[in-house]
C-alpha cells in the first residue's frame, strides 16, 4: 500500500515515509492510495471470527503488501489484548465499547498499532527517533502506554501543568522508561506551539529524528477501521439495517468508518454526533464549511473548532457534498442534553454512559426514530470512570474504576517543569 497526499495526488509515498513524515511536505494529509474490497465469503463468515482474528484479515488486506503475514499476526495479537464487548444498552441500541484498553479510551487502539508499526518499520540505519506529543488529556497518556519499551523510541509528552484532570496527570506522568512527561507552565497551545516550532527548527532537525504521533498520522487512521467490522460482527445475526453513530471531534474515528464502508462492510448510514462544537453539522446543512474557535463542553475530547480530517472525509468523497450527506447525518446536542441522557438512560437501562457515548447515543436515537427498521451501534469512546465529575453525580451508585486505572493512581508523579519558551525547550531536548 501507498500513500498520496490529498494536496498532490500524483505523487506517491511509501507506507515508512508516511508514517515518520506524519504529514506530506506540501500539508496536505495522507490518503491511501487503493482502498481493498474484501470478499463476500469474509462478511458470511465473519460471526464466527473473534476481534483479532477480524482484526488479521483487515489489516492483510490493507497492509499486506508492507509487511509479511507473520509480522502483522504478532502486532495484531500485541496490541489489541483487549476485550472489545457491543452491549445491549436499549432495544435497538448497542454500545461497542473501545474503552477496554490501558488508558481506558478508543485512541489506545491507534497509539498502540502506531506504536509497534514505527518500532517494525525501523531499521538499523535509522536515527532512532523521537517522538514529540502535546496533549490536552487522553491523546498523551495512549502515545505514552502505546510507545512504553518499544525499542528504539523516545517519547516526550508535553501537558499543560494544572490543566489535566488528576487521573489524566497520573496517567501521563507515572510511566517511565523512554517515556518523558513535561509539565509546561502555560495553555494546552503553549504546548501545541512548541512541538511545532520544534519540527520547524533546523538545529533540531539535525539533531534529533523528531516525528509526529499526533491523529492525523496514517498509522493511527488505519487501525481505527477494524473495530466497525467487530461492530457489524455482533449485530450481524439481528438482518437489519446497522446505523453507526460516531462521536467525533477532529473526525479520525469516523474517517476509520468510512473506510471499513469502503472496504465492503455493510453498514447503512454513519451518524456524526457533535457537541456544541458543531461546523461539521453545520457543513452538512449548508454545504459551507467554516472552522470557529472551539468552546468547553463537557465532551472535551469532541471540542474541536476545525477538524483535522474534515479534508480526508472531503477527498474520500470527491468534494461531492451532495455524496457525503447520503452516507453521514449530523446532529448537535449541547451539555444539558447530555448529562439529561446520562441519567435517563441510566435509570431506563442501568447502563452508564460516559460525556462523549451519551452524545453518540442521543444522535442515534434520533436516527433511529424515524428509521424503524434500523437497528444501531454507537460507539463508546471513553470509560465513564474518566469523567467521574460529570457522570458521578448523575446516577446513584459509584462508577466503578477499572483496574488500569486504581494501578494508576497509586504510583508516583514524574515531570520535568519547564517554561513555556521554546529556548528552555530546545535545550532540554538537546540535553537529552
Ligand atoms: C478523541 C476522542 C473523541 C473524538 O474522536 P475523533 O477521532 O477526534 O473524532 C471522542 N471521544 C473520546 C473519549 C476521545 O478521546
Known amino acids: 500500500m501507498n500513500f498520496y497526499s490529498t494536496k498532490s495526488p500524483d505523487t506517491k509515498y511509501s507506507l515508512k515515509q508516511a508514517v515518520l513524515l506524519g504529514l ?11 482502498i481493498p474490497v474484501l470478499p463476500d465469503s469474509f462478511f458470511e463468515d465473519i460471526e464466527a471470527l473473534n476481534f483479532r482474528e477480524i482484526t488479521f484479515t483487515v489489516c492483510q488486506a490493507l497492509l499486506g503488501e508492507n ?40 485512541k489506545d487502539f491507534g497509539a498502540r498499532f502506531m506504536a509497534r508499526l514505527i518500532g517494525h518499520i525501523l531499521d538499523e540505519h535509522d536515527v532512532r527517533p523521537c517522538i514529540l506529543v502535546a496533549t490536552s488529556g487522553d491523546t498523551g497518556s495512549a502515545v505514552a502506554q502505546g510507545f512504553y519499551q518499544v525499542p528504539g523510541i523516545d517519547v516526550v509528552i508535553l501537558y499543560p501543568s494544572g490543566k489535566v484532570s488528576e487521573i489524566q496527570e497520573k496517567q501521563l506522568t507515572t510511566i517511565g522508561g523512554n517515556v518523558t512527561a513535561l509539565e509546561i507552565t502555560g495553555t494546552f497551545d503553549d504546548c501545541q506551539k512548541l512541538v511545532k516550532t520544534a519540527f520547524l527548527d533546523q538545529d533540531l532537525k539535525q539533531h534529533l529524528n523528531l516525528t509526529s504521533a499526533n491523529s492525523i498520522n496514517i498509522a493511527r487512521l488505519v487501525p481505527q477501521s477494524f ?18 453513530s460516531v462521536p467525533s471531534g477532529n473526525f479520525g474515528n469516523l474517517m476509520g468508518g468510512l473506510l471499513a464502508k469502503r472496504m465492503g462492510l455493510p453498514i447503512d448510514h454513519f451518524i456524526a454526533a457533535n457537541n456544541d462544537n458543531r461546523v461539521f453539522y453545520d457543513y452538512l446543512k449548508s454545504a459551507k464549511y467554516h472552522a470557529k474557535p472551539s468552546v468547553e463542553t463537557i465532551s472535551n475530547a ?9 479534508v480526508r472525509v472531503m477527498d474520500l468523497f470527491h468534494q461531492d457534498h451532495h455524496s ?23 435509570s431506563d437501562t442501568g447502563y452508564i454512559l460516559d460525556p462523549h457515548g451519551a452524545v453518540g447515543h442521543l444522535g442515534l436515537k434520533q436516527y433511529l426514530s424515524k428509521n424503524p427498521e434500523s437497528i444501531g451501534v454507537f460507539l463508546g469512546t ?24 486504581k494501578a494508576v493512581l497509586s504510583k508516583q508523579k514524574k515531570a520535568t517543569m519547564l517554561a513555556a519558551s521554546f529556548k528552555e525547550f530546545k535545550e532540554y531536548l538537546l540535553s537529552k
Open 324 to 346: 457525503v450527506c447520503k452516507e453521514i447525518t449530523g446532529y448537535t446536542f449541547n451539555d444539558d442534553e447530555t448529562r439529561t441522557e446520562i441519567a435517563k438512560v441510566y
Open 67 to 106: 509487511l509479511d503475514p507473520e509480522s502483522l499476526k504478532g502486532m495484531v495479537q500485541d496490541v489489541f489484548d483487549f476485550e472489545v464487548p457491543a452491549k445491549k444498552v436499549t432495544e435497538r441500541t448497542y454500545c461497542l465499547e473501545l474503552f477496554h484498553g490501558p488508558t481506558l479510551a478508543f
Open 382 to 405: 471513553a470509560h465513564p470512570a474518566k469523567f467521574l465529575d460529570v457522570v458521578q453525580p448523575l446516577i446513584s451508585e459509584p462508577v466503578i474504576i477499572p483496574d488500569q486505572l
Open 227 to 244: 473495530y466497525y467490522f467487530q461492530a457489524y460482527a455482533k449485530l450481524k445475526h439481528l438482518n437489519r439495517p446497522i446505523i453507526c
Open 24 to 34: 506530506p511536505k506540501d500539508n496536505g494529509l495522507f490518503m491511501p492510495e487503493r
Open 302 to 310: 469532541m471540542d474541536v473548532g476545525n477538524p483535522s480530517n474534515f
